[in-house]
């Protein structure tokens, strides 16, 4: 992959656990690689195609500047965000905080903390069965709130979504109707962060885990994580049930009919066409 570097960005803030490093401050050095096809850049030999550095600069010292972080850490996961936020053609950033003025009583020529952060796409499914009584919501406004929320985080943008539909019960012990859509992701989190941010989320509108397949406020499953395989104890990828449900799938194929499942090798669509004689969709 092409990239944009800079190395030995100074910018002067005020970052740090003690008192006196924020009241202080100190210098630090910033390098940052920028991964990114500069390919229509090399021939167009327009700046359009590319990223421009001075702005990427610019911005570095201006978020640097405008806050205050303990960790420098939270400094580099915020500078992160924001400048894949700002320039959508970056996939991948590695970034770099030196701080050469740390408070240590040691000769040493520098500390630093370095991120790598890339642009990864997953497919979420989302479903809603009970109404929140605490807020008086109804589930369509679970699944608005919910979608929301990830839309919201620095880290996540939802690119895409279905529409929802209306479900029977599936597993044989929750017992009211359901809705459930799906959604395209872009997120920075890998996909045990993602995991517990979903969770997270869950959690706020009022999950509570008690009986599996049983009655829920609001369900949000990852169903494929780029086109990865992944198998630990709390998280399987694909979904390790998704290809036998149709509410699942119908959803996924208004938004990714032609996506190829990483293990069966099928698409979205030819796994719905395999389930539709056990349709529950209502």
């Not at 915020?78 to 996939?91: A, P, T, W």
């Not at 796409?121 to 109404?131: D, L, R, V």
């Not at 872009?186 to 997270?200: G, I, R, S, V, W």
Request: with cysteine; proline share 4%.
């Amino acid at each position: 992959m092409d990239e944009i570097r800079i190395e030995d960005l100074k910018v002067f803030a005020r970052h740090g656990v003690f008192p006196e490093e924020n009241e202080k401050g100190q210098n630090f050095y910033i390098n940052a690689s920028l991964e990114i096809s500069l390919r229509k850049a090399g021939m167009t030999d327009a700046l359009d195609d590319s990223v421009s550095y001075a702005e990427v600069c610019g911005i570095i010292s201006e978020e640097m500047q405008k806050h205050t972080f303990k960790l420098i850490e939270a400094a580099a996961e915020h500078l992160i965000c924001v400048l894949m936020k700002r320039f959508e053609s970056i996939r991948a950033i590695s970034l770099e905080i030196r701080k050469p003025e740390a408070p240590i009583d040691l000769e040493f020529a520098s500390v630093s903390v370095c991120l790598r952060r890339i642009r990864h796409k997953a497919y979420i499914a989302i479903g809603s069965n009970e109404e929140y009584a605490e807020k008086n919501e109804c589930s369509e406004e679970l699944v608005e709130d919910a979608i929301r929320m990830l839309d919201q985080d620095p880290e996540c943008r939802v690119l895409a979504r279905s529409s929802m539909i209306k479900t029977k019960p599936y597993g044989g012990v929750a017992t009211k109707q359901f809705i459930n859509g799906a959604f395209v992701l872009e997120t920075l989190y890998e996909p045990e962060a993602l995991l517990e941010k979903l969770h997270d989320i869950e959690n706020a509108c009022g999950r509570i885990r008690e009986e599996r397949w049983g009655d829920r406020t609001l369900d949000l499953d990852i169903i494929y994580f780029d086109n990865a395989i992944i198998d630990l104890p709390d998280l399987t990828v694909p979904h390790r049930d998704m290809a036998n449900r149709d509410f699942v799938l119908a959803p996924l194929c208004e938004i990714a009919p032609d996506f190829i499942h990483p293990v069966f090798h099928k698409t979205n669509r030819e796994l719905l066409e395999e389930v539709k004689e056990k349709c529950i969709i209502i």
